[in-house]
């Protein structure tokens, strides 16, 4: 994964980290909220004219800049992140840089015909806080009718084929959700808000309610990540991911979907 979708995620997760869990006594103690912002704020000082959010990691991990211009889902997730921050902080200045990286994600310059998941969420999450919270910013209201025409043509992924449950999976679970929410459709009855809406719940439904807990036997601590080799690294993302599509879920979840986020916390 690419350090800048990394951050991003860091800053979604530190968003989103419930105040009950700090340690107010920790002689290094830095509350989530300020930790995301601190981790936002450079990033509108060396965004690039095209709204690309550069990584020094490109051209170097996945594929070279100069044929496919980085791998937008650093850019989209990064996106996402400074939106939330920004909107949180009542920061236009975050949020318009993560307007226009959306933009860049969603545009011609680095659009290329490999899928990814991690885009998916980042785009179609940002969707919906941008629209509920940045309707009036000139940049949504620009890149407004393109933002909603990508979303319209997702389709799904790894969700209509078996793999391993992982980060992936479950990032692509939380992309249908997302897109979902948006509350868009499409005439393409081969995408996640076509034909397959249906399809797409029911799959979320299976993976998360069946799968992921049929593959956790037993009762105690368990190490949700990427199968079958099940990575430490992966541990706290996976498990996030989980939670957070398991809660996105409300009463459609399952009860040992709930007890699986208890064992892996």
Not at 11 to 35: F, K, R, V, Y
Not at 114 to 120: A, D, K, M
Not at 207 to 233: E, F, H, M, W
Request: net charge positive; with cysteine.
């Amino acid at each position: 994964m690419r350090l800048l979708a990394v951050v991003a995620f860091a800053a979604l997760l530190a968003l989103a980290a419930p105040a009950t869990l700090t340690q107010p006594h920790a002689a290094n103690h830095e509350e989530p909220a300020d930790l995301a912002r601190r981790m936002a704020e450079p990033w509108p000082r060396i965004q690039q004219a095209r709204g690309n959010l550069p990584d020094y990691l490109d051209g170097f991990v996945g594929f070279p800049v100069r044929k496919y211009r980085g791998t937008r889902y650093g850019d989209a997730v990064m996106g996402y992140a400074l939106i939330a921050v920004g909107v949180r902080e009542n920061d236009r200045g975050l949020a318009g840089a993560g307007l226009r990286a959306i933009g860049y994600a969603i545009g011609p310059y680095s659009s290329h015909h490999r899928p990814s998941v991690f885009e998916q969420l980042g785009v179609a999450g940002a969707y919906r806080l941008a629209r509920d919270h940045l309707a009036d910013h000139p940049t949504f209201q620009r890149i407004r009718p393109r933002w909603e025409a990508w979303i319209r043509r997702q389709r799904p992924y790894r969700l209509q084929r078996w793999a391993p449950l992982g980060n992936h999976v479950l990032v692509e679970v939380c992309a249908a959700m997302a897109i979902l929410e948006t509350g868009l459709h499409s005439s393409d009855r081969h995408s996640v808000l076509g034909r397959g809406r249906a399809w797409a719940m029911r799959r979320v439904r299976h993976i998360v309610n069946r799968r992921a807990p049929r593959q956790a036997r037993g009762s105690g601590p368990y190490v949700l990540s990427d199968a079958p080799d099940y990575p430490p690294a992966y541990l706290a993302l996976t498990s996030a991911l989980y939670a957070r599509v398991v809660h996105a879920l409300g009463r459609d979840a399952a009860p040992r979907a709930r007890e699986l986020v208890r064992r892996a916390a």
